[in-house]
């Protein structure tokens, strides 16, 4: 088996494994704004920020950290957007959330842009 | 209480529901794992902060509260949606907190051991987001009671 796969496999396991961790505690906390900060959790990072150190080394993953900033305040502004649309509209959950995704990748697109 | 823990709540997690968060969960790190590889660190770490388990959670959310309601004999549309903007408000706090983990990382892991940036960084998340969270609590909340006080002084 390539290193390739093996990596891969491995941040899908540890990956998968991390976000349901956080999903269970979004699911056990009430109130429910308190239980919605594990919605934006580090789980990504937790699972894949290891695995990065281990095959390229800390400056490489420091860099990835340094994106990751970025892409925070992406998806701080694709929650916000998010928010009002459910709170002032009230449409399906799913619906908002997939068709606010754009911001998350416009917002990040713009900073990568701006840093690379 | 100001925050409670309902173990219960995990028991009413179905498997399908447990299956979507663990695939999307992990195809999203192997995504991050291969833009980083074809297209550099600094493409591949703004997907360390994609929502991953947002659009699912929140769902999850409105139906569960839905049930509930149903439950009770009313309609649960509007208030599964009223409580996944609520979810998605919360995300919006611990966004800050993502940035302020992701900070940890950027400044600490060229200088120290990532055995200490690792947990100083979920510690740093934590702290901001209870942190942040409280001081809404107790900058921006109007509590119910008070409120109904104030409509009947009226």
Known sequence: ?116 | MLIGARFSAIKGIKPHEWIIRFVFGGAVCVVAGLVAQHYGPVLGGLFLAFPAIFPASASLVEAHEKQHKARAGFDGTNRGRTVAAIDAYGATIGCIALAGFAAVFWIWLPRTSPWIVFPLATLVWLTVAVGLWLLRKRFFHKPRSASMQKGRSR
């Open chain 1, 1 to 116: 088996m390539s290193h390739e796969l093996t990596e891969s496999l491995a941040r899908f396991f540890i990956g998968g494994t991390i976000v349901s961790f956080f999903a269970v505690l979004a699911e056990m906390f009430r109130p429910k704004s308190f239980a919605g900060l594990f919605g934006a959790a580090p789980s990504i990072a937790l699972a894949t920020l290891g695995l990065t150190i281990a095959s390229h080394g800390s400056n490489y993953a420091a860099i990835e950290a340094r994106s990751m900033i970025l892409g925070a305040i992406a998806f701080l502004c694709y929650a916000s957007a998010t928010t009002w649309m459910l709170w002032r509209y009230k449409p399906p959950a799913l619906t908002a959330t997939l068709s606010l995704m754009p911001i998350w990748f416009g917002v990040s697109f713009a900073f990568w842009l701006v840093v690379r």
